[in-house]
T-cell receptor
C-alpha cells in the first residue's frame, strides 16, 4: 500500500517570503501522480499543483512549484512571494496511474500561517 | 470549471436516525465518485469508491452496512449514514472524476458537516 508522509504539522512564513513544504511517499509503482491540495478554512479542497511521475520536469503554477525527486520519493512544494490568502492546510496526495485505481492517498497535512 | 455540489452543507440528527448526503457533479458526468471523511484537524480518509451502476468499493474498516452508498446516475452519488451515533459526527467530502476529462483530475465538493446528538 502507498503511504504519504508530511513531517511538518505547522509552518509559518513572513508575507512576500518563500516557504517550502515537505512530502515523502512510499510506493512500489513506477507510474503515478502526485498532487498538492490546499484546504482553506472553508474546507473546500483546491488543487494547487500536480506532477506526473514519468515527467522529469518539475511542475510550476505561477507562484507554486514543486521539487520532485523520484528516486528519493520526495515531492516538496515551494510557495514564492507568500500572500495572506495562502494561509491554509496543505495536503500532499498520491494517486496510482493504473486505470481503475484512482483513489487518492493523502498525507496528514501542513498548516501554513502567513505572518503579515 | 467542473463543479461538484453537496447537500446538505450541515446537518444535525439525533442518535439512531439515518441521514442522507448527496453529491452531484453539476456540469460533467462522473462514472466514479469518492467519499472521504475528515475529523477535526486531521487528513482526509477515503471511505469508499462509488461507481455508477455498480456496488461501491469500501476501504478496509469501513462498515458497508452503516455507510450506504448509491451511485444511480452519472451525476449523483448518495451516502446514507444509518443508525447514526455521536462518533459518526464528522466532515464528509465527496469528489468526482470527470468522465470526459483528464485521467488524473478529481473535483471536490464543499463538504457536509454531520453532527449526531
Amino acid at each position: 500500500a502507498q503511504t504519504v508522509t508530511q513531517s511538518q504539522p505547522e509552518m509559518s512564513v513572513q508575507e512576500a517570503e518563500t516557504v517550502t513544504l515537505s512530502c515523502t511517499y512510499d510506493t512500489s509503482e513506477s507510474d503515478y501522480y502526485l498532487f498538492w491540495y490546499k484546504q482553506p478554512p472553508s474546507r473546500q479542497m483546491i488543487l494547487v499543483i500536480r506532477q506526473e511521475a514519468y515527467k522529469q520536469q518539475n511542475a510550476t503554477e505561477n507562484r507554486f512549484s514543486v521539487n520532485f525527486q523520484k528516486a528519493a520519493k520526495s515531492f516538496s512544494l515551494k510557495i514564492s512571494d507568500s500572500q495572506l490568502g495562502d494561509a491554509a492546510m496543505y495536503f500532499c496526495a498520491y494517486r496510482s496511474a493504473n486505470f481503475g485505481n484512482e483513489k487518492l492517498t493523502f498525507g496528514t497535512g501542513t498548516r501554513l500561517t502567513i505572518i503579515p | 470549471g467542473a463543479v461538484v455540489s453537496q447537500h446538505p452543507s450541515r446537518v444535525i440528527c439525533k442518535s439512531g436516525t439515518s441521514v442522507k448526503i448527496e453529491c452531484r457533479s453539476l456540469d460533467f458526468q462522473a462514472t466514479t465518485m469518492f467519499w472521504y471523511r475528515q475529523f477535526p484537524k486531521q487528513s482526509l480518509m477515503l471511505m469508499a469508491t462509488s461507481n455508477e451502476g455498480s456496488k461501491a468499493t469500501y476501504e478496509q474498516g469501513v462498515e458497508k452496512d452503516k455507510f450506504l452508498i448509491n451511485h444511480a446516475s452519472l451525476t449523483l452519488s448518495t451516502l446514507t449514514v444509518t443508525s447514526a451515533h455521536p462518533e459518526d459526527s464528522s466532515f464528509y467530502i465527496c469528489s468526482a472524476r470527470d468522465l470526459g476529462g483528464s485521467t488524473y483530475e478529481q473535483y471536490f465538493g464543499p463538504g457536509t458537516r454531520l453532527t449526531v446528538t
